[in-house]
Structures are given as structure tokens and as C-alpha cells.
């Protein structure tokens, strides 16, 4: 715990804007692992991140560093994303069209944009993680989409 505190903060490779609703601009973070599977013809899997915060608060850089790390030595592609939060959006409804729209985001604007860093993703199935109220809108992600996503 205590050298996790030494280490600088973990910066994310880029930035995009993946939605917006009225005024309110939705961001999400991209972490890319230092080596790219797509030299050896192997797409990278995706991680998305959904951070906890009682659907009140917190935001896509808070997460849990150990967890980014395991995900990133073995070859994954994270996204961190923000949500919009209460009251601004309703209680879960609109957090889980947030979400939703995310993985829209990941499967049809994200490889092309990681194609022009190198990166080859699979977006077939994504690893959908998330800590407290992220990882109940993670959960609600499965609800009649068979198949598509991994929990």
C-alpha cells in the first residue's frame, strides 16, 4: 500500500469526448498497455472502468491503480469513463444510457482511433469493471445483452 502511494499519479494515454448531452460534455480516458498486440496480428481485449461514487460523485480517474496495472500487463486496453451523475441525470436510467452509449463509443469510433497509435483492439467482448455504484451500472450493462459483455 505504502509504495502505492510513492508512485506518481497514472496518467491516461488520451482523451475523448464520447457524448454530449445539452451542455454537459461526457469524457472517458484511454490507458494502453506498452506493448501492442497488434505487431503480432493479436488485437488487444478492452477493460471498461466505471467508477463508484453512490451515483452522486466521483469521476473517471478514480480508480484502483493495482487493478489498471494487472489489466495492463496483460495486454489490455482500458477505458475509464464519467457518467453523468444525480440530480443532473435520473437515478440509474440515465447513467445506464451513459454507459451503454460508452460501449457504442468502444465498438464503433475507438479502433479506428487507436489504429493511429498502433493499436489493434478486439471489441467483440469487452470486460466490463466497476467499483460500487459503477459496479452495479456494470452489472445492469448484461441485462438483455447476452453475449455481448463480460462481467
Do not use: C
Not at 489504429?115 to 470486460?127: A, L, R
Amino acid at each position: 500500500m505504502d509504495d502505492d502511494r510513492k508512485k506518481p499519479p497514472m496518467e491516461p494515454s488520451l482523451t475523448y469526448t464520447y457524448k454530449q448531452v445539452e451542455n454537459t460534455i461526457i469524457n472517458l480516458d484511454v490507458f494502453l498497455p506498452s506493448k501492442r498486440y497488434g505487431a503480432r496480428n493479436i488485437p488487444s481485449p478492452v477493460m471498461l472502468f466505471i467508477h463508484g461514487g453512490a451515483w452522486i460523485g466521483g469521476n473517471r480517474q478514480e480508480f484502483s491503480r493495482p487493478v489498471f496495472e494487472e489489466f495492463l500487463s496483460h495486454e489490455f486496453v482500458i477505458v475509464s469513463t464519467d457518467y453523468r451523475l444525480v440530480p443532473e441525470s435520473s437515478f440509474v436510467n440515465g447513467q445506464l444510457e451513459d454507459i451503454r452509449d460508452v460501449e457504442t463509443w468502444i465498438k464503433t469510433e475507438m479502433p479506428s482511433k487507436l489504429k493511429d497509435h498502433g493499436f489493434d483492439v478486439q471489441t467483440e467482448q469487452i470486460v466490463v469493471v466497476g467499483g460500487s455504484a459503477g459496479a452495479l451500472l456494470a452489472l445492469l450493462t448484461k441485462t438483455n445483452r447476452a453475449n455481448e459483455l463480460a462481467v
